[in-house]
């Protein structure tokens, strides 16, 4: 949702050419389902690993070199209450972008958050745009209190406009390993479907570096225009615990939740019913992934704890439990030794590959819409209520030939249930995986 916000945000901007949006590869089903649903036309643009911001716009500022467009970068889990207000902050940052300046959006502090970078203003460069004397990194909540009390300081809401050849001149004096790199990953860059592949080897030799760091904090002449609107950076749980409705007694409570004797706390529910009593200033979330248990002054250690799960290889920081695909999503419902029961959505006229797997078989059950099997040798048509079992080895797709999204219910059997034992002989979207 934050991102079909972003688009639409973006898109109703005047002057708007369509938009270049760059992605991790794994979210790239998910990407353009809902650039499609808001019937918004760009490029999409695949990062085969992360490397922060800096990588990021210089791989979008040498794309769009030949045009040499204002760029107007934001990231996508903002919230933004007035888009008109963003679109005359923007209008105003832009106008000094075309003459060759880098502005940034600044944010006028509601409180001492230490969360958040901060910008220090210097004189009027403009109406309506200050000079950048510098930006500070996330503070203490000591010196968070006297910028917010000084008044000299906004909010780093990490959205800058800049002309691409700006932008690529600045990381050459001051990164110009990122830029090299970047060059020779859009050089060796490829299409794939509606995709353009990035030099996967050159991406990968990246320093990972943000725009901040990378150039934002040493280029000279900056300039920021504030923004007065209601704005919030979504990327933290305390952020959506700040923008959303609370009961008497400050409780965020969402989905199945019973609260008895909280106060202050934020508990979120997405699968199952979540009882809290007497929870005080605590954030508790529950997804299908894993549950979240953290004192609100301590969720800023949450990337910490992130950190060392994925240094354990725990399957939970590389996938999520449901999974996009051009043709719809699977969702692992439960596994176990030697067995995977999924529940696989097919959209309407979509259809899998034709494949077989070398350590499994499965069994299909339709509980909703229509299927068209390939089994083998055989060809048939499944309703509601009805199965079939795919023996291992066996040659078999799957088709969605109905009006309505497909549903059915699948069990894995076998010695290996990796997504990687899939061997495509046909796919309508040219994968060889993914």
Not at 282 to 290: F, H, N, Q
Not at 409 to 422: A, F, H, K, N, P
Request: charged share 25%.
């Amino acid at each position: 949702m934050l991102f079909a916000d972003t688009l639409a945000r973006c898109m109703s901007i005047a002057g708007a050419l369509p938009p270049l949006i760059v992605c991790n590869n794994d979210h790239r089903f998910l990407v353009s389902e809902q650039m499609r649903n808001g019937q918004v036309a760009g490029r999409l643009v695949l990062e085969p690993c992360g490397r922060d911001t800096a990588p990021a716009v210089a791989v979008t500022a040498l794309m769009a070199l030949e045009q040499d467009p204002v760029l107007l970068v934001t990231p996508a889990d903002h919230c933004i209450a007035d888009a008109h207000a963003f679109a005359r902050t923007v209008a105003t940052a832009g106008e000094r972008a075309a003459q060759g300046r880098m502005v940034c959006l600044g944010v006028t502090p509601t409180c001492a958050h230490t969360g958040y970078g901060y910008i220090r203003t210097g004189e009027q460069a403009a109406p309506g745009v200050l000079a950048v004397n510098r930006f500070v990194e996330k503070p203490d909540p000591a010196t968070a209190e006297s910028f917010v009390a000084s008044g000299g300081y906004l909010w780093n809401c990490g959205v800058f406009l800049f002309r691409a050849s700006v932008y690529l001149q600045e990381l050459e004096r001051h990164a110009p390993e990122i830029l090299r790199e970047c060059r020779e990953a859009v050089a060796g860059s490829y299409s794939d479907l509606d995709f353009i592949r990035l030099g996967e080897e050159a991406f990968r030799r990246c320093p990972a570096r943000s725009i901040d760091y990378a150039v934002m904090e040493h280029a000279q002449d900056m300039e920021v225009v504030p923004f007065d609107g209601q704005w919030s950076d979504l990327g933290s749980w305390a952020a959506l615990h700040a923008v959303q409705p609370r009961d008497g007694n400050g409780n965020g409570l969402f989905g199945d939740v019973l609260a008895e004797g909280c106060s202050g706390s934020y508990v979120r529910s997405s699968d199952r019913l979540v009882v809290g009593l007497g929870l005080k200033d605590l954030t508790v979330v529950e997804t299908k992934d894993a549950v979240l248990v953290a004192a609100n002054d301590a969720l800023d250690d949450l990337k910490t704890a992130i950190g060392q799960l994925d240094r354990a290889g725990r399957r939970e920081t590389q996938e999520h439990t449901v999974v996009y695909r051009p043709w719809g999503s699977f969702e692992s419902i439960v596994a176990g030794d030697r067995f995977q029961v999924k529940r696989i959505v097919v959209k309407p006229g979509e259809v899998l590959s034709l494949q077989r797997h070398f350590h499994r078989a499965e069994h299909w059950v339709v509980v909703r819409g229509t299927a068209r099997i390939v089994n083998g040798d055989e060809e048939f048509i499944l309703c509601e209520d009805e199965s079939t079992y795919i023996p291992l080895g066996h040659v078999h797709r799957l088709e969605n030939p109905g009006k309505i999204p497909l549903e059915l219910i699948e069990v894995q059997t076998g010695s290996y249930l990796g997504e990687d034992d899939i061997v495509r002989l046909e796919d309508k979207y040219s994968r060889t995986a993914g």
